[in-house]
Every structure is written in C-alpha cells, then in structure tokens.
C-alpha cells in the first residue's frame, strides 16, 4: 500500500513560482513511476508530468519549459517546481503513483493523493 501526501500549494500571482510536493508511504517509492495531474473547475484531470523510477520525465506541452519534475529517493518525495505561472495553471494538483509508468501516464494508476490547490492570479 502506497499513500501520497501532497503540499506547497498557494496562491501566486502570474509570473510567480511554486514548488509542490508529494511524499510517499511505502518501501517501494523507489521503483515506481510517479506523475502531477491537475484539474480545473469544470475540467477533465490532465497530465501535467510525469517520472520514471530511474528519472525518464515526459510534460504535458503547456508546461514544457516552465516546470520541472524531479524526485528525491532517499526523502520518498516526487516534486513539481512551476515557473513563470499563469492564470491557466490554476487548478488542484494531484499526484499519482504506479509500478508501470503507462498507467501514471494515462492516469490509471493504483494510488493518488487528495490533492492541493494552486491559484494564480494578481
């Protein structure tokens, strides 16, 4: 069993920066794949980015160059850092988790937090 624990989300206003975190439960962080979702008001969840095991990432092309995925074995931690933040990136970011990094991919994952709210706006 695998339990995730986002946090570092806030209000920031456009042009700002945050990094959230998700810390993971369990002995086997190390090997799964981990990923970001976000979903809006009266949006579907969609892929922000997402982490192999040994540190492959893939982005969703609205955040290519402005975030960065990463993750801290040792600290069974998968962060998120978001530069130059719009308005359009307001939304409640989850984290996932799945031995296969398909399934964090296309959202079938086996393990999700509960979320955490980002709002950009001035």
């Known amino acids: 069993q695998v339990q995730l624990v986002e946090s570092g989300g806030g209000l920031v206003q456009p042009g700002g920066s945050l990094r959230l975190s998700c810390a993971a439960s369990?002995?086997?962080?190390?090997?799964?794949?981990m990923g970001w979702y976000r979903q809006a008001p009266g949006k579907q969840r969609e892929l922000v980015a997402a982490?192999?095991?040994?540190?492959?990432?893939a982005y969703a092309d609205s955040v290519k160059g402005r975030f960065t995925i990463s993750r801290d074995n040792a600290k069974n931690t998968v962060y998120l850092q978001m530069n130059s933040l719009k308005p359009e990136d307001t939304a409640v970011y989850y984290c996932?988790?799945?031995?296969?990094?398909?399934?964090?991919?296309?959202?079938?994952?086996?393990?999700w937090g509960q979320g955490t709210q980002v709002t950009v706006s001035s």
């Open positions: 369990g002995s086997i962080f190390s090997s799964n794949a």
């Open positions: 982490i192999t095991g040994g540190g492959t990432t």
């Open positions: 996932n988790a799945d031995r296969q990094f398909r399934a964090v991919v296309q959202g079938t994952s086996a393990y």
